[in-house]
């Protein structure tokens, strides 16, 4: 028996019933483990990716990336213009045997958004929740908005009473090490089960024999397993140890393409990359902060070449950004997309003019498991910073060393990578990123900038029903960000899956997102 028959025979034991071994079990290699098994422990795009197979919210996105009806088939406005009336779906069983009903929706509302929660961000204009019967609830809001659909397609739904038997009424927050029930235990209503998860090695999912809807994939389980080198999943994929990831190597994908059993789908992500700063008085070693100068910020974006980092970093792969949103986004303009000039003399001279010394050091935040090709990226933008005269001290670590001290405000400069997920709509960063850290705006403003102008404009857009309206207000605030450079847009990331023979249908999505659930494999399961 080969390893790869001996890995799959081993995943699949256990996860069906009856004698037969499971045929359609897709291993799926990626760069990283899940950091949880509670979509609401941390905004950690992957992880919430993942756990999409597993819980679900009343609605979802289709295969156009359109809003359809999930564990709500119905939705009303009603006449207060606040209150959103929605219609559950009859008939729908959580994993371990229990009936959904608006209770579950009412207590996993007030899960994501309770004040401790990593995600309150996802939900903003929550302010509580109705029971009107078993199969109807009522939300309603802190005033007009109109984007409470796209919120909802990530706000998982959990068990009520699963929740307050296992006291897990509370969300984790992988950022502040608070774990509990729900990090290392499921129960959603997905199309898949989670049989058995060994952190850092593998999680094993059995399809949801009872899921409500009507599978359009053959999959009998598939199986998570984290491969951090590139090296060894490309080696991975060529010997068919694995069938499919969503991280395909860049550098390695001519090799992928001439082998005759692997097929490369490529496009761009929405995901932009950005660098942001603090905005403290102080860096991390107690000497003064430069970065709350907006000339400065500047200087540092001139004295990256962004054409250099395009061509050789990311292999020609991406799509260099002037922008804070990718051009298919909801609020994209055109006339912010513009970058500045490589001008390392320039970028000196701003330096100068804002009395930073020579040999500035600073520190450098970045993912050994995150971004594209982040380790080689921030390695580049940091000799080029060198040759301005400053000195950055490079920081790369697994998220879940770095994590915490972004959050904390424990850092200098660090990257970050932003897709609108799950809004897919410009309002998206201004309210989770650029507005001011307060209540539920703001919650990955690690830097902790305040523009009043800014959060005006993102407040107001926040209540605008008319679309086109506001746009305009958010291409208003985009144009401050820009403006002020408060972060420097790099690129959007390539994106890059890779699946083996053995798979017969894998939709890419431009949000880089597998769903699983459309997957097909040679088996007749």
């Known amino acids: 028996m080969t ?5 799959l025979a081993t995943a699949a034991a256990g996860i069906l019933s009856g004698p037969a071994v499971a045929q359609n079990v897709l291993d799926w290699g990626a760069n990283r483990d899940i950091g949880s098994l509670d979509p609401y422990s941390y905004g950690d795009s992957f992880t919430i990716n993942v756990l999409n197979h597993v819980y679900e919210g ?3 996105y289709n295969r156009d990336l359109e809003i359809e009806p999930a564990l709500a088939t ?13 219609t559950l779906r009859e008939g729908v069983t959580f994993h371990n045997g229990n009936p959904f009903t608006a209770e579950d929706v009412q207590a996993s509302l007030e899960r994501v958004s309770h004040e401790t929660s990593p995600l309150k961000g996802n939900l903003p204009a929550y302010v509580s929740s109705e029971v009107v019967d078993d199969l109807t609830i009522d939300i309603t809001l802190n005033g007009t908005y109109p984007l409470l659909l796209n919120d909802l397609t990530n706000i998982h739904i959990f068990d009520k009473e699963w929740l307050v038997e296992n006291g897990a009424e509370l969300p984790t927050d992988i950022g502040a090490g ?31 024999p009872e899921w409500w809807d009507e599978p359009a994939h ?38 992928l393409e001439a082998a005759p059993n692997v097929e490369v789908l490529e496009g761009v992500d929405l995901r932009t990359v950005m660098i ?19 000339e400065v910020r500047e200087a540092l974006y001139k004295a990256i070449d962004l054409e ?24 994209y303009s055109e006339d912010l997309d513009t970058i500045p000039a490589y001008d390392p003399e320039g970028a000196r001279a701003l330096l100068d003019e804002a009395g930073v010394p020579e040999g500035l050091e600073f520190e450098f935040n970045c993912l050994s498991d995150g971004l594209v090709n982040e380790e080689q990226f921030c390695q580049a933008i940091a000799s080029m910073w060198s040759r301005i005269g400053l000195s950055p001290q490079l920081d790369v670590a697994p998220r879940a060393v770095q994590t915490p001290k972004r959050t904390n405000g424990n850092t200098d400069i660090y990257t970050l990578g932003w897709a609108t997920l799950p809004m897919l709509d410009s309002y998206s960063p201004l309210l989770q990123i650029f507005h001011s850290k307060e209540g539920n705006s703001g919650v990955f403003n690690w830097g902790g900038w305040s523009y009043p102008e800014l959060d005006a404009l993102v407040q107001e857009a926040g209540q605008e ?28 990331q390539p994106m890059a899956w890779a699946v083996t023979d053995s798979v017969t249908e894998m939709p890419l999505f431009p949000d880089n997102k597998p769903r699983l659930w459309f997957a097909r494999m040679n088996g007749d399961s």
């Open 178 to 208: 608070v774990e509990g029930f729900a990090t290392y235990n499921a129960n959603g209503t997905g199309p898949f089960i989670v049989e058995s998860r060994q952190p850092d090695a593998q999680t094993v999912f059995t399809v949801n």
């Open 218 to 255: 053959n999959l009998d389980g598939f199986v998570l397993r984290p491969v951090g080198s590139p090296a060894t999943r490309v080696a991975a994929l060529l010997s068919g140890e694995i069938d499919f990831t969503n991280d395909a190597p860049v550098q390695d994908l001519p090799r």
């Open 3 to 7: 390893h790869r028959t001996l890995l």
């Open 74 to 86: 119905s939705w009303e406005i009603l006449d207060d213009q606040i209150t959103w009336r929605f």
């Open 465 to 492: 029903l008319d679309v086109e309206t506001r746009l305009d207000l958010q291409n208003q605030a985009l144009r401050i960000v820009k403006d002020e450079y408060i972060m420097l847009p790099l690129h959007q």
């Open 276 to 294: 942001g700063f603090p905005f403290r008085e102080t860096l991390v070693s107690g000497e003064p902060n430069p970065f709350a100068t907006k």
């Open 58 to 60: 009343l609605v979802r």
């Open 308 to 331: 250099l980092l395009h061509e050789r970093v990311m292999r020609g792969k991406s799509r260099i950004a002037g922008a804070t949103v990718a051009p298919p986004i909801p609020g």
